[in-house]
Every structure is written in C-alpha cells, then in structure tokens.
Antibody
C-alpha cells in the first residue's frame, strides 16, 4: 500500500532553515509528482510547490520563491523540502502529498493529492 | 492565483441530515475541482476529484457537482464519522484551496 512517512517535529529560531523529509513506499517513486502543502495552526491549507521525482523539475508557489528548495533522492524514494529564512508565520504543519495523476503510466500531473504524509510540525520561535 | 470561497464556514447538523457545501472560484476552473475531508490532527483525505468523480474507497453518500465557477459537495445522509472540515481545491492552475467548512454536531 502507498505510504508517505515524514520526519519528526522541529523547533527552529527565526532566520534558520528547516529540512523536512518524506519517504515514499508502495508504488514506483519516479512515476508520480510530489507536492508540499502546509497548514498554520487553526488555519487552512496552502500549496507550497511540487517536484517531479523522475527528473529535476520543480515548481514553487510565488510566495515561497527564493526561500524553498525541493529535492529528491531516487535511491531511497525520499523527497525533501528545505525552507529558509524562517519567521514566526512559518509555524505550521507541513505535509507531503502525492499527485494523483491522470492517464496511463507515467501519469500526467493532475495537481490534486491522493496520498498524504502524516505531517511534520515546524515551530519557529525565539 | 484563483481564489476559492466556501460557504458556509461552519454548519451544525445531525446524523441522518443532508448536508450541502458550496465552493465558488474567482474565475473559471472548468471541471478541475476537488474536495477533501480533514479530521483534527490528521492529513486531508481526497473525496472527489474532477468535480464529480468519487475517489476509490469513498462512500457513495458523498457526491459533487458543478462546473466553471460554482461547485457543490453533498453528503446525502450524514454519518457520525463525517463530522470534519471540508476543503475544496482547484487544480486548473496553481493549486489553491478554499478556507474550509467545519461540519459540527448539532
């Protein structure tokens, strides 16, 4: 079965960086794009960007351009989200989410999310 | 970015009720509209994609309709496990979500 397992909670100081991992299993890693979505406490969902595990293609939300980097390690089936210049407003739960895809393998990107990691709480506090 | 607006922001309902949640896009998203359910402390779960297609494993009491800018999620007969927050999301362009609708027990 498809599983996305994320790294544990982090506490960071303002100005620092955080790197969250998401290990995928149960499917062919390179066939499906992976997205990152965050949720501030008591708030809604916010898309941050995506990575194509079959190559080097990434697409980041304009809000995070210059501050976020998404990478992957094909040998371990893991994607990473690195967010820098942290501020208190970045305190949130960060989710990785697999793109559902449309069509035959490898599916075309669909920008909707069928499997999610359990979430990683990142707290930014001085 | 396309803005998604849900209504109501919250509602109270009883087990067995029919529940309707509305989502409106600031510009057309054609049929690229998806619905998620989220319970406290959990990741969202995909319920419906492409406005009306039920995701595998999702009970048939959930349905969706609409196109263009106006969409609806319907729960035909509310069950105890359906009390949660529901989000719409457009996948026509850069993904954006509605602000959520919390379904509470009356």
């Amino acid at each position: 079965q498809v599983q996305l397992v994320q790294s544990g909670a982090e506490v960071k100081k303002p100005g620092a960086s955080v790197k969250v991992s998401c290990k995928a299993s149960g499917y062919t890693f390179t066939n499906y794009h992976m997205h990152w979505v965050r949720q501030a406490p008591g708030q809604g969902l916010e898309w941050m960007g995506m990575i194509d595990p079959s190559g080097d293609d990434t697409n980041y939300a304009q809000k995070f351009q210059g501050r976020v980097t998404m990478t992957k390690d094909t040998s371990t089936g893991t994607v990473y989200m690195d967010l820098g210049s942290l501020r208190s407003e970045d305190t949130a739960v960060y989710f990785c989410a697999r793109d559902r895809g449309y069509g035959v393998l490898p599916p075309a990107i669909a920008n909707l999310f069928d499997y999610w990691g359990q979430g990683t709480l990142v707290t930014v506090s001085s | 970015d396309i803005q998604m607006t849900q209504s109501p922001s919250s509602l109270s309902a009883s087990v067995g009720d029919r529940v309707t949640i509305t989502c409106r896009a600031s510009q057309t998203v054609r049929g690229y509209l998806n619905w998620y359910q989220q319970k406290p402390g959990k990741a969202p779960k995909l319920l419906i994609h492409a406005a009306s297609s039920l995701q595998s494993g999702v009970p048939s009491r959930f349905s969706g309709r609409g196109s263009g800018t106006d969409f609806t999620l319907i729960i035909s007969t509310l069950q105890p496990e359906d009390f949660a927050t529901y989000y719409c999301q457009q996948s026509y362009s850069t993904p954006t979500f509605g602000q959520g609708t919390k379904v509470e027990i009356k």
